[in-house]
Nanobody
Framework: QVQLVESGGGLVQPGGSLRLSCVASGNIVSIGTMGWYRRAPGKQRELVADITSRGSTNYADFEKGRFTVSRDDVKRTVSLQMSSLKPEDTAVYYC???????????????WGQGTQVTVSS
């Protein structure tokens, strides 16, 4: 079993910054792409950014250079540095990782429980 635990959410004023972190633990053979998704009230979950095991990054159009995703494979963490935050960035942010897990290894998608980010004055 694989667990992803996020941290770093909270309330921030428009224009402010937040850094989200996620650590993976459990029966992990290897980790592929890691990333962040978000779900705003009344909307579907959407990709924010992800990063492959080789370090290639992919960002949603809405972030327009405001966010930076990074990973540390030794610590098994993925982080999202967010700046110039806007009220429309308010959402629950979820960590995701494609993992190879199990005694007989198989690929699986792991998700965190989510962390609330609220951008408001």
């Amino acid at each position: 079993q694989v667990q992803l635990v996020e941290s770093g959410g909270g309330l921030v004023q428009p224009g402010g910054s937040l850094r989200l972190s996620c650590v993976a633990s459990g029966n992990i053979v290897s980790i592929g792409t890691m990333g962040w998704y978000r779900r705003a009230p009344g909307k579907q979950r959407e990709l924010v950014a992800d990063i492959t095991s080789r370090g290639s990054t992919n960002y949603a159009d809405f972030e327009k250079g405001r966010f930076t995703v990074s990973r540390d494979d030794v610590k098994r963490t993925v982080s999202l540095q967010m700046s110039s935050l806007k009220p429309e960035d308010t959402a629950v942010y979820y960590c995701n990782a494609r993992v190879l897990t199990g005694r007989i290894p198989f690929e699986d998608d792991a998700w965190g429980q989510g962390t609330q980010v609220t951008v408001s004055s």
